[in-house]
């Protein structure tokens, strides 16, 4: 089956790379690029453990052929932080206790991160809402609620600081 | 979990679109938010041999007010659907549809189009547009048709779409002002498929409903229109007789499957429950009532 050559942004790098058209983004990702940060936490679509941002908006990467990321702008778990500064959502996570395994993590991080900059200073309701496409077994949600709070509340006090 | 063997597509332009699947007749398949479909070809109950991405044909996006008719152009996101003014002010059972359809990841990729093609009787919008009338247009290389939402199903995953054809548009026939509507829908968790919904539109004059349809969601092999149910609150008050009598024509109108959702029993009461509902959150909704 003949490959097809994308070129697209992934954390802000440049890749061109060749894949075949039933490649998904997650498999390319994970087993071509080995970013495997996205996880693939179900079969059914469903989980959001491989959530990503791609263009602007946050996907699921296992529904999403790495074709169709031809030309766009890709942002994973990967991107997240600046060097060894931890964006205020990982800082958020780690304080607020918002991961137990930390299988949902990256999926939910890079997730919030979006939503965050849909909604800078969501409400906890908007918050369930925005992450509602993301599962988590262990946590009960309560402490990542609370992380995306902290997080926001980080990055808001800074913005007004400016 | 990888999609079986196929030649990918990526057309800029309806007409190239179309005629891609003049070309590969039912060995192709239009790719949309691919929310139906890639689920399916992973799992090889979908095997195309050829996947056509109408993602990059702009001409598909976008709500548009026509005057009598609002026009949603097939590639239309959920996502756009939930965050239109238009549809929020003219049509706002679109968005509150929206707001229950799957999650917000899915929201941002599944169409209005693939939801009203895909043919799954879990889908919620197909109901929907059989409530307000809209109709789809089908366009192929052999030219275009309109067809009515409420003619377009036939069975599970059965419509009246041909192989060479692309739906590229829904039209909605602008709901009067005061027209009161709701959609309500009892699903087990976020970014599941209905138990059983109901989608309601009805018009008050004077403390008299002149006019009312009600449509059913996964209690049947397609969206039902269930007739009666309608009929059962036309020229009345919409007191509590009428409500009842409406559910319970909804009840004798659906006949779910038992699933992981339920039993057909309590689907079917519950088809009864979200028609009660949302008779009585589109009333409140009405102006004349
Ligand atoms: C986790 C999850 C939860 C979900 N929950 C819900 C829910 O609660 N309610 C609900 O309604 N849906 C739900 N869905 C399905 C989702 O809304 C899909 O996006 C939708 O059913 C199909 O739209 P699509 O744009 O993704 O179409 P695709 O998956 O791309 O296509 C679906 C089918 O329609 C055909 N098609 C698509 N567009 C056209 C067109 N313009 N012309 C002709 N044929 C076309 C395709 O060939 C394919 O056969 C869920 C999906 C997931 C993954
Ligand atoms: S792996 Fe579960 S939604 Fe993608
Ligand atoms: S921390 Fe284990 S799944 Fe979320």
Not at chain 1, 33 to 46: A, F, M, Q, Y
Not at chain 1, 123 to 149: F, H, K, M, P, W
Not at chain 2, 175 to 203: F, H, N
């Amino acid at each position: 089956m003949s490959s097809q050559k994308i070129s697209l942004t992934i954390n802000g790098e440049s890749v061109e790379a060749e894949v075949e058209p039933r490649t998904l983004l997650i498999h390319f990702l994970r087993e071509e690029l080995n970013l495997t940060g996205s996880h693939i936490g179900c079969e059914t679509s469903h989980c959001g453990a491989c959530t990503v941002d791609l263009n602007g908006k946050s996907v699921k990467s296992c529904t999403v052929f790495a074709v169709q990321a031809n030309g766009g702008e890709l942002v994973t778990i990967e991107g997240l932080a600046n060097g060894t500064e931890m964006h205020p959502l990982q800082e958020g996570f780690y304080e607020a206790h918002g991961l137990q395994c930390g299988y949902c993590t990256p999926g939910m991080l890079i997730r919030a991160y979006r939503l965050l900059q849909e909604n800078p200073d969501p409400s906890d309701d908007e918050i369930r809402v925005g992450i509602s496409g993301n599962l988590c077994r262990c946590t009960g949600y309560q402490n990542i609620v609370e992380a995306i709070r902290y997080a926001a509340d980080k990055i808001n006090q800074a913005e007004g600081a400016d | 979990m990888t999609p079986g063997v196929f030649e990918y597509h990526r057309p800029n332009t309806v007409e190239e679109a179309l005629a891609l699947l003049g070309q590969f007749g039912e060995d192709g398949k239009v790719l949309a938010g691919g929310h139906s479909l890639v689920p399916m070809m992973k799992l090889r109950l979908a095997e195309p041999a050829h996947l056509i991405d109408i993602n990059a044909i702009d001409g598909l996006r976008g709500i548009r007010d026509e005057g009598d008719v609002i026009v949603i152009g097939a590639g239309t996101t959920q996502a756009e659907v939930l965050t239109s003014d238009l549809l929020a002010k003219k049509c706002p059972i679109l968005p509150e549809a929206a707001a229950q359809i799957a999650d917000p990841q899915v929201r941002n990729c599944g169409t209005i189009g693939g939801n009203c093609a895909n043919g799954d009787p879990g889908n919620d919008d197909p109901a929907i547009m059989m409530a307000l009338d809209a109709s789809y247009t089908l366009q192929s290389q052999d030219g275009e048709r309109q067809i009515a939402a409420r003619e377009f199903y036939q069975g599970i995953y059965t419509t009246a779409l041909a192989d060479n054809e692309l739906l590229t548009e829904v039209r909605i026939p602008t709901p009067a002002e005061g027209v009161g509507m709701s959609y309500q829908k009892i699903k087990r968790k976020v970014g599941d498929y209905a138990i059983a919904a109901a989608a309601v539109t009805l018009s008050m004059s004077n403390g008299q409903c002149t006019d009312a349809a009600i449509a059913l969601t996964n209690v049947g092999d397609t969206a039902l229109l269930p007739l009666a149910a309608a009929d059962a609150i036309k020229g009345t008050s919409v007191d509590a007789s009428a409500v009842d009598a409406a559910a319970e024509a909804a009840m004798a109108a659906s006949e779910p499957v038992e699933d992981l959702r339920g039993t057909r029993e309590y689907r079917t009461a519950m088809a009864g429950q979200m028609t009660r509902q949302a008779i009585v959150e589109a009333l409140s909704r009405a102006a004349g009532s």
